[in-house]
């Protein structure tokens, strides 16, 4: 019977991997993988408005931004509406392909001499992806904005209206704050660091570098100060103007700084890397993909004459919708994608992709290395929280926090005999107290943690104060504690494989890759060997016995003699375990 099983599944588990596979293959063929177009995180349509005034009977212009298509994002189908204007883009920068280009609208109609101030309003239109996971053409071709700083061409170093860095406090501070810092990345950071401890003051995005180091200023002011205190000790550096495309919060431009560090073994290839004083976030590995750059620099996205117009945006989350002339096959492939659903249940079919996964790690550890946790699931859903590297050190600390003060309030709770729900109930609300308490300490202390609390499911840490408790009850504190632990351990782990982008990006595109995720399952469910830890802790115990001879009469040995003598047969040593320990036994 166990054999037929353990064929059944083997069996089984093949053909869930063949089915896998067919079904990529399929998609291949048909054209079905990434068929709403370049896959990235999320897809908007977005919409400026610019109303600005002309100046009385004078010819004017009017000069809009074209988005770049660069890094990780891919901005297409561009359009523009006026009344007053009529647009068109530059032929040198549309023959060149540049990245940095720009549209420039002139009136429809020549101003006459002494008419008064001419009202216009245009409207830009384009649609983007964001986190585009393969560049295309376009987007190779906007690379040449992360190409080395030519300070002569690019003004990477020069001092400007609202970036002073040749201004005498300016250097001074740059001086001050460089002093001790071995490499210009050290230097970058002790800059950051002090632009963030500024006073934040709204200006409008009008405030200049001196003003934010003297009154202090707004994201803009912040930005222009850091790339002021660069430039002052040599750091090429410039402002990047982004609008940020978040589904819960209306467009609006932001503003940081790059900095161009060169690599220490090669000084002439280097990488321009980000900072924003506002946020804290620093470095392009972990920079949210909620931002859309529009400029690679100081200017205003709309530039008009006399003062620039004033420019209002739109966005809205695009999603892959059916096309007329589509084949069978690829409107099937369109109709059952994820990339038909709106950004915000994308990214929770991302979490729920993944999750298998993580509770295959899980089983993993716990049937073959024989490592104790607190159940399937409650590792695998504190792993995905921890996904996030950035808040695996404020989300452990926050995790082993709560559990101690759970546990506290559990042992007061026992005396009084309550039942199991309020009781519950009062641990949760303890729970959120300790919270509540840790955002405002580690706020006063300048670390702004809600971004991990925000998604820490109360319920399953109130949950994991009573299995604690339970534990401790049943086994002892020793036993209950190294469940902890092995739960905290798994759960790092699980974070560790499942938390890169390409796992949940793979998982989105192939959501076929679940079969094989349950092949893994059902082949480790059939395992009955032993487990690491059972090898390491028998060690010192096995020990080989020989098994008792085998009886042979001496006449048999050696024929025509009569004498019934035996004689003690070849024998092989063989290992003895130790009594309990079991192949495949579980615990």
């Known amino acids: ?36 177009g370049l896959p990235g995180t999320s897809r908007w349509e977005v919409t400026l408005t610019a109303r600005g005034e002309s100046s009385p009977g004078k010819p004017f212009r009017v000069d809009i931004s074209h988005p770049p298509s660069f890094r990780r994002q891919h901005v297409y189908d561009e359009s523009y509406e006026s009344d007053e204007l009529a647009a068109r883009e530059g032929r040198a920068a549309a023959a060149n392909n540049r990245p940095d280009r720009k549209t420039t609208l002139k009136p429809v109609t020549t101003p006459m001499a002494g008419a008064g101030p001419q009202n216009y309003v245009v409207t830009q239109t384009f649609r983007c992806t964001l986190g585009a996971f393969h560049p295309n053409e376009a987007m190779k071709a906007g690379d040449r904005l992360d190409a080395k700083p030519n ?46 401890g ?22 803009t002011g912040r930005a222009r100060l850091l790339v002021a205190l660069c430039r002052a000790r040599g750091i090429p550096a410039r402002v990047v103007s982004a609008i940020s495309l978040n589904a819960d919060t209306p467009p609006a431009i932001h503003r940081w700084a790059e900095a161009w560090i060169p690599d220490t073994a090669d000084p002439d290839h280097g990488r321009w890397v980000p900072a924003c004083p506002t946020f804290g976030h620093y470095g392009s590995h972990r920079w949210p993909q909620t931002y859309l750059v529009a400029r690679v620099d100081d200017e205003p996205l709309v530039r008009g004459p006399g003062a620039d117009p004033k420019v209002t945006l739109l966005a809205q989350p695009q999603v892959d919708r059916p096309v007329a002339d589509d084949p069978p096959m690829k409107a099937f492939w369109r109709a059952v994608s994820f990339a038909s659903l709106p950004p915000a249940e994308q990214h929770l079919v991302r979490f729920i992709l993944v999750l298998p996964l993580g509770a295959l790690v899980v089983s993993f550890f716990r049937v073959g290395i024989g490592t104790k946790t607190f159940g399937v699931f409650t590792p695998a859903l504190l792993g995905l929280i921890f996904r996030d590297t950035r808040a695996l050190p404020w989300g452990l600390g926050i995790f082993a926090g709560t559990v101690v003060v759970g546990w506290t309030f559990r042992k007061v709770l026992d005396r009084y005999g309550l039942l199991m729900v309020p009781r519950t109930a009062i641990l949760l609300t303890m729970v959120c107290l300790f919270l509540l308490v840790t955002v405002i300490l580690t706020a006063r202390a300048g670390v702004q943690i809600t971004a991990y609390v925000a998604l820490f499911p109360l319920v399953i840490l109130t949950h994991m104060v009573e299995r604690f408790w339970t534990v401790e009850t049943e086994d002892g504190t020793k036993a209950a504690v190294k469940t902890l632990l092995g739960t905290v351990f798994v759960a790092v782990v699980v974070a560790l494989l499942v938390g890169p982008e390409a796992v949940a990006r793979w998982f989105f595109r192939f959501p076929e890759t679940l079969a094989v995720v349950v092949a893994a ?7 009955t060997g032993y487990r690491l830890t059972e090898l390491y802790r028998f060690q010192d115990v096995i020990e080989f016995q020989a098994p008792q001879p085998k009886v042979v009469k001496k006449e048999e040995a050696h024929p ?24 495949g036994g579980g615990t």
């Open 1 to 36: 019977m166990s054999k037929s099983r353990t064929r059944l599944t083997a069996v089984t588990a093949l053909a869930l991997v063949g089915l896998a596979a067919a079904i990529t293959i399929t998609r291949y063929a048909t054209g079905g993988v990434d068929v709403g």
């Open 151 to 196: 300070p002569d061409r690019d003004h990477t170093l020069a001092a400007t209206a609202k970036v002073e860095s040749n201004h005498p406090d300016v250097l001074d501070k740059a001086k001050e704050l460089a002093a001790g810092q071995k490499t210009l990345e050290d230097q970058y950071r002790a800059f950051l660091e002090y632009v963030r």
């Open 198 to 219: 500024t006073r934040f003051r709204d200006t409008d995005g009008a405030g200049s570098a001196l003003e934010c180091h003297q009154k202090g200023g707004d994201a």
């Open 521 to 527: 399952l059902l082949m480790l469910g059939r395992y």
């Open 560 to 583: 025509g003699n009569g004498t019934a003598e035996t004689a003690p047969a070849p024998t092989a040593e063989v290992p003895a375990l130790p009594a309990g320990a079991h192949p």
